[in-house]
């Protein structure tokens, strides 16, 4: 509903607002070029200069402080009188050791193959078709097996995003007794190693492409659980390990339409016994006018891998058109939701 009770400072402030909201894309590429520096690792042990951190990062002086003070006015960093810079509370979260991570997401997020996809929005939005392959002449899963820097970008990032939820979902979900859990798509494998720590009598087995595993094996050992978890190749749209108590996919079906979507989800009915669980861990989009980070999400789905997020009801219908049934939607103290399904008896997806 519009309000028609305008005014010249209303319509001012309101102008202001969505000037701010359009160059939004020049913090985004300011904070990525912070993180590629790893300005943040220098300035965790105090405050340094610009002049000294140029140095240290091999950037121009001049330009590296005028970097830096505009991102001290977002609260990024904190200038001292004296043209040093400090870390804050956000600047914290841009170490390459931070609890909650977010540097590998800046540096995926802006980087250059992601940042010309995204200036094709206009294209997907009048035509349907993904911009990343329309840019590229590839989508994102075979530019990231013929790119492995781009494909370690990818996976790091995704395991940081995944940090920063992986303890909700173990509350969510706790695992009981001595369960065998398969993490379908499941990446380097950050959830599954959260999970096994949590249950120290359950097994696991982390699924996904090969050029995907690179890294998990360092991750899993790194957690004190690689000695529980099986780490195994393959593709999730042809067959996924049978007989697993317990399924997951977290940020796996808002990759991909629903045709594809249908096919993952039947590979996971394939695979499961009549007592099996299958978790789907994923954003749902809410209302009208609300999840303002989750409906820019489903934006990036259209732009890069081709996907959808999707609401509640929509991911009923994929899941039912597979042969299974949703039976609970569980909260967490973060932005996912836990889609607990079963197989429908006799059903075959």
Known sequence: MTDDRRTPDSE???ASELHRMVNGFQLAQAIHVAAVLGVADHLASGPRSSDDLAAAVGAHPAALYRLLRA????????????????????????????????????????EASQWAAWGALLHSVKTGENAFRAVHGMDVWQHRAAHPEQNA?????????????????VDACALEGTPTVVDVGGGEGSLLAALLRAC?????????????????????????????????????????????????????????PDAEASKVLASCRRAMGPAAVLWIIDRLVGPPNE???????????????????????????????????LVEVRATSSPVRVLVCVPVPDAVG
Not at 306 to 319: N, P, Q, S
């Open 71 to 110: 991102l001290a006015a977002f609260g990024v960093f904190h200038e001292t009188p004296h043209r040093e810079f400090e870390l804050t509370p956000l600047g914290q979260c841009l170490r390459s050791d931070a609890p909650q991570p977010v540097r590998p997401y800046a540096l995926f997020a802006a």
């Open 153 to 169: 970008l990818f996976n790091a990032a995704m395991t940081g995003n995944s940090r920063r939820v992986d303890h909700a979902v």
């Open 291 to 325: 999840d303002p980070a989750v409906k820019l999400a489903d934006l990036h789905m259209l732009v890069s891998p081709g996907g959808v997020e999707r609401t509640v009801e929509e991911m009923r219908a994929l899941i039912e058109q597979a042969g299974l049934r």
């Open 12 to 14: 001012a402030a309101a």
């Open 200 to 256: 120290p009598g359950a097994r696991g087995v982390l699924f996904d492409r090969p050029h995907v595993l690179a890294a998990a094996t360092r991750v899993l050992a790194e957690a004190g659980v690689a000695a529980r978890c099986d780490v195994v190749g393959g593709d999730m749209f042809d067959a996924v390990p049978a007989g697993a108590d317990v399924y997951l996919m977290k940020y796996v079906i808002h990759d991909w």
